[in-house]
Nanobody, 123 residues
Framework: QLQASGGGLVQAGGSLRLSCTGSGRTFSNYAVGWFRQAPGKEREFVAAVSWAGGVLNYADSVKGRFTISRDNAKNTVYLQMNSLKPEDTAVYYC??????????????????WGQGTQVTVSS
């Protein structure tokens, strides 16, 4: 089970940190990805991290602004979002991939999904 948190309302240029906390002893074995879905748009990949944190992957739209990291001792993956833009507004979801060595961009590779947290960036 995954629990995403940390969303909120922020002005353009501001920052937020999202957290994805997993339950169970196997969470640290999974790769974790963040996806987002804006109203009327398809879900899109944001960032992903392998089980040990060594393989990172970012969407071009967030490179240089977002940083994904994980603390396996806390069963938590973070998404630090800086320099937020109105187009970052979406519901953000975290998901776990049982193939922990990769950091896939494909939502189909992810088996477990959290409930989502709303991020709203005002202009």
């Amino acid at each position: 089970q995954l629990q995403a948190s940390g969303g909120g309302l922020v002005q353009a240029g501001g920052s937020l940190r999202l957290s994805c906390t997993g339950s169970g002893r196997t969470f640290s074995n999974y790769a974790v990805g963040w996806f987002r879905q804006a109203p009327g748009k398809e879900r899109e990949f944001v960032a992903a991290v392998s089980w040990a944190g060594g393989v990172l992957n970012y969407a071009d739209s967030v490179k240089g602004r977002f940083t994904i990291s994980r603390d396996n001792a806390k069963n938590t993956v973070y998404l630090q979002m800086n320099s937020l833009k109105p187009e970052d507004t979406a519901v953000y979801y975290c998901a776990a991939d049982r193939w922990g060595a990769r950091s896939s961009e494909s939502a189909q590779e992810y088996y477990y999904w959290g409930q989502g947290t709303q991020v709203t960036v005002s202009s």
